[in-house]
């Protein structure tokens, strides 16, 4: 947990905030809040938040302002200096203002982060699919936990089976401006 006498609170590097610092090292966490950043163990823990007042059901496309509740989720994110990088998040669960629509409520889910159901952030994920394209099996498994998130040879096959074709991977660079929850924001350009 967070109160653990073992974590260790980053505050930042002499001359860099912390904002700074993760706005560059994780710029796929641009459209959230990051609360906090700490080490608890041999792992970095991301404490973020999000900021949506309006998310699109996922069933109807409906739009929808109204929220229902908020929970945590835990994503494995890639590795930084060697070490797992965990990240608490959260997010916001709303309702369907559809009447027709079968899903009541919805989660959010956080363009360039989140998948529906995902335990890994994207960016962990295309790692982990680059890594099973080019190795597969016990080999894989060591390099994947040494670049990405700690994983077993059954996950790696499996996310194998799962990969329709190679994924396209795009040069992405990345402008930065501050959101109103402090956090930054990007813009990709392809
Ligand atoms: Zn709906």
């Given at each position: 947990?967070?109160?653990?006498?073992?974590?260790?609170?980053?505050?930042?590097?002499?001359?860099?905030?912390?904002?700074?610092?993760?706005?560059?090292?994780?710029?796929?966490?641009?459209?959230?809040?990051?609360?906090?950043?700490?080490?608890?163990?041999?792992?970095?823990?991301?404490?973020?938040?999000?900021?949506?007042?309006?998310?699109?059901?996922?069933?109807?496309?409906?739009?929808?302002?109204?929220?229902?509740?908020?929970?945590?989720?835990?994503?494995?994110?890639t590795?930084?200096?060697?070490?797992?990088?965990?990240?608490?998040?959260?997010?916001?669960?709303?309702?369907?203002?559809?009447?027709?629509?079968?899903?009541?409520?919805?989660?959010?889910?956080?363009?360039?982060?989140?998948?529906?159901?995902?335990?890994?952030?994207?960016?962990?994920?295309?790692?982990?699919?680059?890594i099973?394209?080019?190795?597969?099996?016990?080999?894989?498994?060591?390099?994947?936990?040494?670049?990405?998130?700690?994983?077993?040879?059954?996950?790696?096959?499996?996310?194998?089976?799962?990969?329709?074709?190679?994924?396209?991977?795009?040069?992405?660079c990345?402008?930065?401006t501050?959101?109103?929850?402090?956090?930054?924001?990007?813009?990709?350009?392809?």
């Amino acid at each position: 947990m967070f109160s653990s006498v073992a974590d260790v609170l980053i505050t930042g590097i002499a001359g860099v905030s912390i904002k700074e610092l993760v706005a560059v090292l994780f710029p796929h966490l641009a459209r959230v809040c990051v609360d906090q950043v700490f080490r608890s163990g041999a792992s970095v823990r991301i404490r973020a938040r999000t900021a949506t007042s309006e998310a699109k059901c996922p069933g109807c496309g409906a739009l929808s302002q109204r929220r229902h509740s908020h929970y945590e989720r835990r994503l494995s994110d890639t590795a930084v200096g060697n070490q797992e990088v965990l990240i608490h998040l959260r997010v916001h669960r709303f309702w369907c203002p559809n009447d027709a629509c079968d899903k009541k409520t919805f989660a959010e889910q956080v363009p360039g982060l989140t998948v529906r159901y995902g335990r890994r952030s994207i960016t962990a994920g295309e790692a982990l699919g680059d890594i099973v394209l080019a190795l597969v099996g016990r080999a894989g498994a060591r390099l994947a936990e040494r670049l990405a998130a700690a994983v077993s040879r059954m996950t790696l096959t499996r996310l194998i089976r799962n990969l329709p074709a190679p994924p396209s991977r795009l040069r992405r660079c990345w402008a930065w401006t501050t959101s109103p929850c402090g956090a930054a924001e990007s813009t990709a350009r392809s």
